[in-house]
């Protein structure tokens, strides 16, 4: 059951909880009447500290196609933080409003702490360059209905793989599924950090080899996931600029791609892809997007409490 839930990192979840989330977001998907006032009544409060165009909108549409309402703010300066007020005591008061929080805050750990602050169920929208659990729903429930299934593929993350959120929390959730394999494509500054390595990746026996070269391995790829180079949290202005446009993908580096190969990309895209890339069958970025809401839908419903029909069906 995750009625009631925290969800603050992958790994909160077990795979079979997932997996009835996944079921369900597509139940969502082939009838969008489906749970439609199943939170009628509700109240889900969103919370941004940093910018946010799809996982707030995601999150708000979702809320309301449940029957729920939703209100917070997108600017942090609109709120009390901006007189000094703490985050845990900006949490205990939305506590009282609210039946769920949707977080993102620029500081790794937020997340977790408002979930120690707070009275209703926390759902973390990205903490910082740590963890951002929520995409990572995105992106698998993305892959299993364009491959199919979850497992056996090899999966190429490329960009920002340091500061990028979305790599961290998809690598770890990835490393619970059968036969993954990982490829880490990024400038020598930008790699994965070792906690993802030896922490997950090395514990978990995961098969996963790093490059700086994304055509050398661009032809072994079933996923190649494109990232946008991080610059809200680069110390200096010049690295970003140096280090912005390591990958374009684009037409021509597409050539030796597999046929079945897909590209996701979390978006905001500033100019990892080429738009030319945006008419290949293979581009999906934006149906990942949409699957966003679905299986949003899915999560508020569960974790605010799903009606009795909802409940058999995702006991099946
Ligand atoms: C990502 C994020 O906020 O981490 N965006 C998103 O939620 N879809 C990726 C990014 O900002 O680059």
Redesign the pocket.
């Known amino acids: 059951m995750l009625t009631g839930r925290h969800l603050i990192e992958p790994g909160n979840f077990t795979l079979d909880e997932m997996d009835r989330l996944f079921k369900l977001a597509e139940q969502i998907e082939e009838d969008p009447a489906y749970l439609r006032d199943s939170c009628r009544g509700k109240v889900l409060a969103t919370l941004f500290f940093?910018p946010?165009t799809?996982?707030r909108l995601s999150f708000e549409a979702a809320m309301l196609r449940l029957g729920g309402s939703c209100l917070g703010f997108a600017e942090p300066g609109s709120s009390s933080v901006a007189k000094g007020e703490s985050l845990a005591d900006t949490i205990r008061t939305v506590s009282c409003y609210a039946d769920a929080i949707v977080m993102?805050n620029p500081k790794e750990g937020a997340a977790l702490l408002a979930s120690r602050y707070a009275e209703i169920p926390v759902i973390n929208?990205?903490d910082g360059g740590h963890h951002?659990p929520t995409?990572t729903l995105t992106d698998l429930l993305t892959i299993r209905q364009l491959r199919g299934d979850i497992g056996n593929l090899t999966v190429g993350f490329c960009g920002d793989l340091k500061f990028?959120?979305?790599v961290h929390s998809l690598a770890k959730a990835l490393s619970c599924y059968p036969h993954i394999r990982m490829v880490f494509i990024s400038p020598p500054e930008l790699k994965v950090p070792a906690y993802i390595k030896t922490g997950i990746l090395e514990k978990e026996g995961i098969e996963y080899r790093e490059t700086d070269t994304l055509e050398k391995v661009i032809g072994d790829l079933d996923v190649l996931y494109m990232?946008?180079v991080?610059r809200e949290r680069f110390f200096n202005e010049e690295d970003y600029i140096r280090l912005k446009d390591s990958y374009i993908l684009n037409r021509e580096k597409m050539e030796p791609a597999r046929k079945t190969m897909i590209i996701l990309h979390?978006?905001?895209r500033v100019n990892e892809i080429a738009l030319e890339v945006d008419q290949d069958p293979r581009a999906s970025y934006f149906k990942q997007a949409k699957y966003g809401m679905y299986i949003r839908m899915a999560l508020l419903a569960s974790i605010l409490g799903v009606p009795d029909g909802a409940a058999l069906y995702m006991q099946k």
């Open positions: 940093e946010s799809r996982t993102r929208a990205g951002h995409q990028g959120r979305t990232t946008r991080q979390p978006l905001p």
